[in-house]
Every structure is written in structure tokens, then in C-alpha cells.
């Protein structure tokens, strides 16, 4: 649901240009969790049970003609942690040893969350009309789109999903510390693209293209900092090509996007490979409605090189999921299943469970539950690095809670 905060016409008194509005709509999202990670149980109150929690400002302006100006800035937040939306850190003067299930934790790797700060989610400003849609800011790949179609989890419990944190090889992207091969290398988003996307054709086919260009170590010597001002920038470079198709009860993508971190000097930006190494990452997803029930498939791969052309990672993934409707009850299954081809001793392979029950309290609430269990998975599931070291990586979670879309 959107909220109109203001519409105004530019000039209304002598009507040369078409109305402006400015909408804000959003998702909260919290409950009680349980996690067993490595046999270590934490449980408590949690956000981003079933979604990520988020207000978006939309701004959008009809230009006539059918054209339209547009604008989308994201915030996604906690909202159950001042900490994690201001991102302090916990003062810690000792080691805190773990037991015999894990290292230590030091304070290197203690915080009470990552920052939250205003507009951390997609930005994007986008002219659209007969021609389609060009777009400039820090758009959400297709990737996340790809991951979305594949099962009715979203990005959180039992969608396989764990977000962009920093990895060895595969690097940030979608899922890489968590079931190996979901959604590896291509990251969330990336800072400073354009992207291009056209109009319908062939019945409902259309082709969205995503690029970045590079910055490396030559544009700038011995610059190793990121900026959002071009001219002080040290960040890879991204490409994305995808089809969607979308008829009637019908969705698929097809999507290969690619990262390239050669010739750079460190990771830089919001979602991107190891430094030196060049990602692709491949997806082919899609669901069909038959009334109260959906199903859902998905089939991925990762495949990460260095500068040399020498493989770091080739990973793959299949899914499986389902909906079924009935009235105000909705139920979600989801069956996915992982391998890690590289290395002489390959990891063995993740399995994962997710399992989710929802009851609609009225068109924009919900009462939710949701399960997921992850095991053989060597990489990890890991909630801190202070968990590393034991012999156990299966990991389950449970919650139930309250959902709001306004």
C-alpha cells in the first residue's frame, strides 16, 4: 500500500507541466527467533523474519506523451535495534572464549550491527516510456530478481539468501557464506550503474541490461578508495543481460551477470568479488499460478577466476518450492540442493529445507512462521566468525511473528 504525501502540480496556475507526486511505502517485519548454528543456540527477538524491513520514498512525475520521470530511494532498517541502525560496536577488552564449538571471540569481531543509515537500499532515477527504461544510480541486479522467482521466501528464512557480505573467492553476492551456489557472485546491487531495459515485445519478453563500468589501479595510481565521485574511484566492473518473460500465470528470467574485479585493488563498492578475480554468475528461474497454488524452480551457477584465468569457486544450485493458498492461510515449501565442483576435495553437498505458514489479519498484515534447515554445508551458515573451527555446519532457524506493509 502507498501513501501519497504530496501532489502538486508544477506551475498549476498556468498548466505547462504534468503533476508531481511524492509516495512513501514500506515493510515491517519482527519476531521471536531460535538459531542453531553448530550446535551453539542463541534465541531472542529479531527483525526480517519473512522481508526485509524498509521505507522507500518514490517520486514520479508524468512528463506526457507517455513519458514519465521517476525516482526510488530505499532504507533498509531494523525495527527492533537502535544499535543496528546506528551501527555502534560493543566495547570488548578481552577475549571471550567460545568452548570447544568454536574459537574466540575477539572484539575485532564484535558490534551490536551493521549501520542502517538513510537510503543503504536501491536508488534509482529512471526515464520511462515507448522506448522502455533508462536508469541511473544503484540498482538491484537481476540477480535479486531471479532469486525472488525461484521460490515464495523472499530474501529471508528459507529462501537460502544471506546477503552481501565479504567472501575469499566467490565474494559478496547474494547467499555466498550461506547454501553453496545460491545466488554466489552476483551481488544486491551495485554502486554508479546504468541500467536499460525494454519496452514489452514478442508477447511479454523483455531485455534489461545492467552495466559498470571499471575503475582499476591504472585510471588512478596507488588509489585504493572508493568514492561516489567519479575521479576517486577504484571499483569493478559489472555487466548484466537477462530476458523476463512474464504471460498471464507465467514468469521466467534468464539472467548472466558478471563481476570483474582484475586490475583492481581492493573490493570496493556494495556487492562485488575478491579483488583480482572475475565472477559470472548464471540463473535461469521461474514460477506458474494454477489458482490457490504456485510452484516455483530455479537452477544456478557461480563460476570465479583470478587475473591469471585460474578457477577459485564453481558452484551450482537447484530449487524447488511451492504456495498454496487458502483463504486467509498461505503455506511455502522449499527444496534446494548445492554442490562446490572446485578443489580437489569438493565440499559436500548443502542441502537445503525452508518451511513457512502465514495468516492473513487483514490486507496488509500477517501473523507468520518460518523454519529452515541447512546442512552438509561446509562453507559455513556462520553468524559471526567467532563460530568457526567446529566440525558441525548444519544450522537451523525458526520464528514467528508480525509483518505490516504500508
Avoid at 118 to 123: I, L, S, V
Avoid at 158 to 167: D, H, K, L, T
Avoid at 275 to 283: F, I, P, S, W
Avoid at 324 to 339: D, E, K, L, Q
Wanted: cysteine-free.
Amino acid at each position: 500500500m502507498k501513501k501519497t504525501l504530496i501532489a502538486i502540480a508544477a506551475l498549476a496556475a498556468t498548466g505547462a507541466f504534468a503533476q508531481s507526486t511524492v509516495t512513501i511505502d514500506g515493510i515491517v517485519d519482527a519476531g521471536y527467533v531460535q538459531s542453531d548454528v553448530k550446535g551453539i543456540k542463541i534465541s531472542g527477538i529479531a527483525s526480517n523474519l519473512t522481508s526485509t524491513s524498509q521505507i522507500n520514498f518514490r517520486v514520479a512525475s508524468d512528463l506526457g506523451g507517455g513519458m514519465k520521470a521517476t525516482f526510488r530511494s530505499e532504507t533498509d532498517w531494523s525495527p527492533v535495534s537502535n544499535g543496528a541502525n546506528t551501527g555502534t560496536t560493543a566495547v570488548v577488552t578481552t577475549t571471550n572464549a567460545v568452548g570447544s564449538t568454536g574459537s574466540a571471540i575477539t572484539a575485532a569481531n564484535t558490534s551490536n550491527g551493521t549501520q542502517g543509515a538513510f537510503g543503504n537500499g536501491e536508488q534509482k532515477l529512471a526515464l520511462s516510456g515507448a522506448f522502455g527504461e533508462a536508469a541511473f544510480g544503484a540498482i538491484n541486479n537481476t540477480a535479486l530478481a531471479a532469486h525472488g522467482t525461484s521460490q515464495p521466501f523472499g530474501t529471508a528464512l528459507g529462501s537460502g539468501f544471506v546477503g552481501p557480505v565479504g567472501g575469499t573467492n566467490g565474494g559478496a553476492g547474494l547467499g555466498n557464506t550461506g547454501l553453496s551456489g545460491s545466488v554466489v557472485t552476483a551481488s544486491v546491487r551495485n554502486d554508479n550503474s546504468f541500467q536499460y531495459t525494454t519496452p514489452s515485445f514478442a508477447g511479454g519478453l523483455k531485455i534489461n541490461y545492467i552495466f559498470r563500468k571499471a575503475q582499476g589501479a591504472t585510471a588512478i595510481t596507488n588509489n585504493a578508495n572508493y568514492s561516489t565521485t567519479l575521479g576517486a574511484q577504484n571499483q569493478g566492473g559489472v555487466s548484466s543481460l537477462a530476458a523476463l518473460y512474464s504471460v498471464g500465470p507465467m514468469n521466467v528470467i534468464l539472467t548472466r551477470d558478471t563481476q570483474d574485479q582484475t586490475g583492481v585493488n581492493t573490493v570496493s563498492g556494495k556487492g562485488v568479488v575478491a579483488a583480482g578475480n572475475r565472477g559470472t554468475y548464471t540463473a535461469l528461474a521461474a514460477n506458474y499460478n494454477m489458482g490457490a497454488v504456485t510452484v516455483y524452480g530455479g537452477y544456478q551457477t557461480n563460476v570465479s577466476t583470478n587475473a591469471a584465468g585460474a578457477e577459485q569457486e564453481n558452484r551450482k544450485t537447484f530449487n524447488i518450492a511451492a504456495q498454496y493458498v487458502m483463504g486467509v492461510n498461505t503455506f511455502m515449501a522449499n527444496i534446494a540442493r548445492g554442490t562446490n565442483n572446485f578443489g580437489a576435495t569438493p565440499a559436500p553437498a548443502p542441502n537445503l529445507v525452508g518451511m513457512g505458514y502465514e495468516y492473513a489479519l487483514s490486507k496488509t498484515a500477517a501473523l507468520t512462521a518460518r523454519y529452515e534447515r541447512v546442512s552438509g554445508d561446509q562453507a559455513g551458515w556462520i553468524l559471526t566468525s567467532g563460530l568457526t573451527g567446529a566440525t558441525n555446519n548444519d544450522r537451523t532457524r525458526m520464528g514467528v511473528g508480525l509483518r505490516v506493509n504500508f
